[in-house]
Each structure stands twice: as C-alpha cells, then as structure tokens.
C-alpha cells in the first residue's frame, strides 16, 4: 500500500497557485519525497523531489514541514496544461509505491 | 535524444497467447522499471533491474518474466496472457543521484505506455 495520503481532486483557477497537499506521517529519515504528474495516459513525468529543505525548480515548489510528516506541492500559476493526477511518493530506494494520486484540474 | 522508447504501443492478444514488450533507453541509465497500470489506480511494480543482467521481482511479478541482456533495453514478456494482464504498461529508468541509493534520490524517466489487451 502506498505510504502516504492525497486528497481524491481538487480544483483550481488558472493563473492562481495550486497547492496540492501530501500526508506522509510513516516516513522515515532516509526517505525522500517525490512528486510525479501523469497527463491523461501519458507516461508519469517527474516534478520535483526533496529530503528535507523546501525546492524550487522550474516547474514547481516543494514545502516539507519540519518534522517532515506533510509537504505541498505548489504550482505558481496554474496553466489548463497542469490538469493531471499528481502523485506524491515517499522512498528510500528504487521501489516507488504509487497511489491513486490527486486529480488536480484548472478551470479557466 | 529518445528518453525511453516501449514498443508496440497498442497489442491485443488472445488468452494463451505470448508476447514480448520492448524498453529501450539512450540515457544510460542504471536501473530500469515495469510498471502496470489499471483503469483509476496508481502504477504498480512488476520486475526491475539495477544492472546489465540483473533482475528482480516487485510487487506484481507473476505471470511476467523479464531479460536485461543489454544495458539500455529491459524486455517484459507474458508466456501465457491472461484477460487479467490487460492494462498499461509503463516502462521506466533511472539513474541515482548522489553515490548510491542509500545517500541518493532516484528520479525517473518514463516511456508513453503499452496498451495491451487479452480478450
């Protein structure tokens, strides 16, 4: 069973932020945190990870509170594009545990 | 540059039939990955490999064998298809950062998935 507990869908205005928010209470020190989206049927694309301080890249940032049991997944300016399933995944190894994942859409 | 390339993309077979699915990467990539997915369902791990001739069970690996033979293709087959298997298939790899898993994160690169369906 996957490690970590996502809201079933959410809704968004495009142009504004989305948060997307991950429950992940059982990890453990040496795990990280990833955040994977999958467009439609495509294949899952990679987001962004993090261990332990907040992330930043080009496509979104990653908070992960101090005693690492919860972290948000913020998408600055919502596009149609960002509709997806957003999977969050704590692990320590190469063996990722999916879960249903967020059903993020942007409304115009 | 390709990424990761699974052919085919569409397959229908017949129960009792077997095939094999394709995975080729140009990234040079350690491990490699075979997912399934089902209809509302998270991906879920059948075989993986961390090495040019290794291989090894994940979550779901009955019914599926796995070769790694060469290090940028990672074949899945089905010796006997069963409606059961119909899904999409992912295939994946991924090259650790940092010097090992212990230390590093494992970030992966996915193919456009495999539609096979068993009727």
């Known amino acids: 069973d996957a490690k970590t507990t996502q809201p079933t869908s959410m809704d968004c205005a495009e142009g504004r932020a989305a948060n997307l928010p991950c429950n992940h209470s059982t990890i453990s020190g040496n795990e990280y945190v990833y955040w994977y989206r999958q467009i439609h049927s495509q294949g899952p694309q990679y987001i962004i990870h993090g261990l332990k301080n907040n992330e930043t890249n080009e496509m979104a940032s990653l908070i992960i509170t101090e005693d690492r049991k919860s972290s948000t997944l913020i998408l600055p300016h919502a596009t149609l594009r960002d509709t997806a399933v957003y999977y969050c995944i704590t692990a320590s190894n190469y063996q990722l545990i999916w879960g249903a994942g967020t059903k993020l859409i942007i409304k115009p | 540059n390709a990424g990761v390339t699974q052919t085919p993309k569409f397959r229908v077979l017949k129960t009792g039939q077997s095939m094999t699915l394709l995975c080729a990467q140009d990234?040079?990539?350690?491990?490699m990955y075979w997912y399934r997915q089902d209809p509302g369902m998270g991906l879920r791990l059948i075989h993986y490999?961390?090495?040019?001739?290794?291989?090894a069970k994940g979550e779901v690996p009955d019914g599926y064998n796995v070769s790694r033979l060469k290090k940028q293709n990672f074949l899945l087959g089905l010796e006997s298809a069963a409606p059961s298997q119909t899904s999409v298939y992912f295939c994946a790899s991924s090259y650790p950062i940092g010097q090992g898993m212990s230390s590093g994160a494992n970030v992966l690169t996915f193919g456009a998935g495999s539609r096979l369906t068993v009727l």
């Open positions: 490999s961390v090495g040019e001739g290794t291989t």
């Open positions: 990234m040079n990539h350690e491990y």
